[in-house]
């Protein structure tokens, strides 16, 4: 009977365990991808824009639950892709919302700028009106020192 080396005892130990091992890092690395998408997914549904992605975030929803089932059954292919698919909708969904908010911020400044320029043409016509008043109050002074 052959002895077995320590390299090569090592050897087979890494070759046994070290796939089984990666697959639970690769589990546990997309049980919190999958954590991640769903919060951000909830986060962006509870947005007070967030009803415009109702739909968008229910299929998140969707993939994530088919991911959370494909990741017991150790099919990490087909998780790789559904927590992608979530990750491109999710990303896409914060996107969408930045430019509503930043929407809204604009037209809030413009609604404000405008009120600026109604205000200034009201304050440009008191002027206007207070210059007319100088003007007649000096010639008004002007005809009397004549006399």
Do not use: C
Request: hydrophobic fraction near 45%; proline fraction near 1%; charged fraction near 25%.
């Amino acid at each position: 009977m052959r002895r077995i080396g320590w390299g090569a005892l090592l050897a087979l130990v890494t070759a046994f365990v070290m796939p089984g091992q990666l697959l639970a890092e690769d589990g546990v690395r997309y049980r919190e991808e999958i954590k991640s998408y769903s919060q951000r997914a909830i986060e962006l549904t509870n947005h007070k824009q967030g009803d415009q992605l109702s739909t968008e975030m229910a299929q998140v929803k969707t993939w994530l639950d088919e991911a959370l089932v494909q990741l017991g059954k150790e099919n990490f292919d087909n998780v790789k892709i559904l927590v992608q698919r979530a990750r491109v909708q999710v990303e896409w969904g914060e996107v969408f919302i930045a430019l509503l908010d930043k929407r809204a911020a604009a037209n809030a400044r413009e609604a404000e700028l405008l009120e600026a320029r109604q205000a200034l043409s009201v304050a440009k016509a008191e002027l206007q009106e207070l210059e007319n008043f100088e003007a007649q109050l000096q010639q008004t002074i002007a005809s009397k020192s004549k006399q």
